[in-house]
DNA sequence: GAACAAAAACCAACCGGTTGGTACTTTCTT
DNA sequence: AAGAAAGTACCAACCGGTTGGTTTTTGTTC
């Protein structure tokens, strides 16, 4: 590629306009974040951002998918995957989720979340794309624990489905718990809770939550 | 009293106003609901509405109380409170929650949680008074946490306060799932995983195979 | 020199907030 | 008890700044 390095960044707008999208909109919601706003933190242009994105209601479906499939590729690579039990991988993904909550309050929120709870009524667009994907995610944790059911010949009156959306909606009320009281702290007891829940669901009693592991091979 | 009942309606502009903001916040978010959505709603003008708040900041604030005041009376005399039992009173909350849920989606919905979500960062005095009311509502779930606790004798390593804000965070996050998937079904699956929880640390109940450990007074 | 990407200037609609005035109630005075 | 005075509740029109979005112009790559 005869690549000329004359201009810091050219093609790469798309990219940060969505890497900023996420920030932003992050921090201050959906409809508070303008495109103004976007643009600026990308370094960016509003003429780029029109050229990539029909309509700031397209950027939040773009940013969606993009958040989504960042988040999928730092789960489906994380080393608790190898765990052979399923029910620890169950638990490990809690104990990932808790490891994640160390950062900065925007940072570790679901864009997902955010944007549906401003959005689902007037934006059907971006409530579809949020929904797809937090089931999409959903159904990432429901295979453990369809493995962890089976592994434990466990018979419920609930499903693998109802408890994997119930690990979101614990995160999802967590974030806003933890923006509420502006730190990570609740939302870190949050998860030792739904941590003992799914203890005692496979294992039948509560064990202390491990410390995020180191990765074994 | 000569009160003349010529105007339909003077002298409470402003209980209007709260209860449309309650309704119009609910629905499309804080930033996205302009005041004159709010005026319309109620049926009053701009002029009313500067006149009883010098500020939509400040209108989010005094709703934010509004709403609180309404939570507060429904719960406090809610028939479950009259369960002698403690542990009876605490699934009875999650019962009466679950229960609330039939309406439309922008009735049973969290006003602060809408609003944190939205303003934690931008808006200081929103997030204060939606922290405030929230935590006041879990201290209220944690008096009867804390009296089930004792009444079980158990000893634990969480304490009544943190399981009190976990279902808070469960019901935030389960109104997060209601507004993705358009409706309230996946929030009723969220309390009853919520209810299996608490009546397994209480009750021990529906417990799996391995016997665990008896909590010994 | 096509074709595409990015910048800059621009715009109509809209938003939170203000103004100055009117209707209604209460309180004070007599 | 009448009525003036004061205070409160409300209204309609308006304002300056901002917003999402467009159009025109410049630059880059092949």
Same mark, same amino acid.
């Given at each position: ?58 950027? =939040?479906?773009? $940013? *969606?998918?993009?958040?989504? #499939?960042?988040?999928? !590729?730092?789960?489906? /690579?994380?080393?608790?995957? &190898? ?63 369809? =493995?962890?059911? $089976? *592994?434990?010949?466990?018979? #419920?009156?609930?499903? !693998?489905?109802?408890? /994997?959306?119930?690990?979101? &909606? ?48």
């Amino acid at each position: 590629m005869t690549t000329s390095t004359k201009t810091r960044s050219y093609g790469e707008a798309r990219g940060r306009l969505l890497d900023a999208a996420l920030h932003v909109i992050r921090s201050r919601g959906y409809a508070a974040a303008t495109v103004d706003d976007i643009c600026r933190e990308a370094g960016v242009t509003k003429g780029a951002f029109f050229h990539h994105f029909k309509s700031k209601e397209d950027l =939040a479906v773009a $940013a *969606a998918a993009h958040f989504a #499939s960042f988040a999928d !590729a730092i789960f489906s /690579a994380a080393p608790y995957r &190898a765990l052979p039990d399923p029910v620890d991988r169950v638990l490990g993904y809690v104990a990932l989720r808790k490891a994640i909550l160390m950062g900065e309050l925007p940072e570790f929120t679901c864009l997902l979340g955010t944007m549906v709870q401003e959005a689902y009524e007037t934006h059907p667009v971006i409530r579809e794309a949020c929904d797809r994907y937090i089931s999409e995610h959903a159904a990432f944790v429901e295979q453990d624990i369809a =493995a962890a059911m $089976a *592994a434990r010949g466990i018979e #419920s009156d609930w499903s !693998a489905g109802s408890l /994997a959306l119930y690990t979101q &909606a614990v995160l999802q009320g967590a974030f806003i718990l933890a923006k509420a009281k502006h730190g990570p702290a609740v939302a870190a007891d949050c998860l030792d809770h739904l941590h003992r829940y799914l203890d005692l669901l496979f294992n039948g009693q509560a064990r202390p939550a491990p410390a995020p592991l180191e990765g074994p091979p």
